[in-house]
């Protein structure tokens, strides 16, 4: 994807915004992203999409390696992909190249893991003895939520993965700040990386290419419940130590 800036270059057609007036806009926006799981069927415009594309490859990367794979799935692509992994979970056709465990999850890691799980479904208005329901919200990650739009991050596998992950991570963020700046929204989901074969075979990857996650986006449903719900955050107290001495 390219820009119409070249690498380096910058835009001075409008006044540079002051460093008070760039900290608040920043703030606004870092504050606004949130995990949409509710969508409008829009799709965006290529040219939107390759604008945030071009903003989200700035992110950083060890020795600037950019170790990011990027498939963009939409349209009818999107529909038989989606239909491959329905299929692929209802024959237990599991295939992660990243393993994941909930359970692993311990102490005030696991505490905040369920009470997301818990106030997601409160927004909802679902009981959490409702099993059924549950298991219908959650099935609603095979379907991408109804994003028209998704983006699977891939990486190669180079030394320590963690690394490289680490990078691909922050291509994520960056690619999730740029969406919220145009009005669209994302959601990173680890259960699509569960069928990285599949999504592979579907998108005619190599398999030296590793998927890590799936990012759904597009234009988020603001009447839908879902888009009402946002989670919290710990204190800075809770995980900062500053050394001044």
């Known amino acids: 994807m390219t820009s ?10 409008h006044p540079v915004p002051s460093e008070t007036s760039l900290a608040s806009s920043f703030q606004a926006l870092v504050r606004e992203r949130r995990s949409c799981r509710s969508f409008l069927s829009k799709p965006v415009d290529e040219l939107t999409l ?3 594309l071009a903003d989200a490859v700035w992110a950083p990367s060890n020795c600037n390696t950019q170790p990011w794979e990027v498939h963009v799935v939409s349209g009818p692509a999107r529909d038989r992909l989606i239909a491959a992994v329905v299929e692929a979970e209802a024959t237990d056709a599991l295939s992660p190249d990243f393993s994941f465990d909930g359970a ?3 102490g005030p890691f696991g505490l905040r893991r369920q009470a997301q799980g818990a106030s997601y479904h409160e927004a909802l ?7 059924q329901k549950r298991r219908s919200v959650s099935a609603q990650n095979l ?4 994003a028209p739009h998704v983006a699977f991050l891939f990486m190669p596998e180079v030394g320590d993965s963690v690394r490289v992950a680490s990078d691909v991570g922050m291509f994520a963020q960056t690619f999730l700040l740029a969406l919220t700046a145009r009005g669209l929204a994302g ?6 990386g569960m069928f990285a ?19 759904s986006f597009g234009w988020p449903d603001k009447s839908a419940a879902a888009y009402s719900y946002s989670s919290t955050r710990e204190p800075l107290e809770s995980f900062v130590t500053l050394h001044h001495q």
Request: charged content about 30%.
């Open 104 to 106: 692993a999850y311990t």
């Open 50 to 52: 390759r604008e945030t």
């Open 4 to 13: 119409d800036l070249t690498a380096g270059q910058v835009d001075r057609s």
């Open 125 to 131: 208005g679902i009981d959490r003895r409702d099993y």
């Open 187 to 192: 959601v990173p989901q680890t259960s699509v």
């Open 143 to 146: 379907y991408l939520h109804g």
């Open 197 to 215: 074969d599949t999504i592979r075979r579907e998108l005619g990857v190599s398999a030296e290419s590793k998927l890590l996650f799936g990012i």
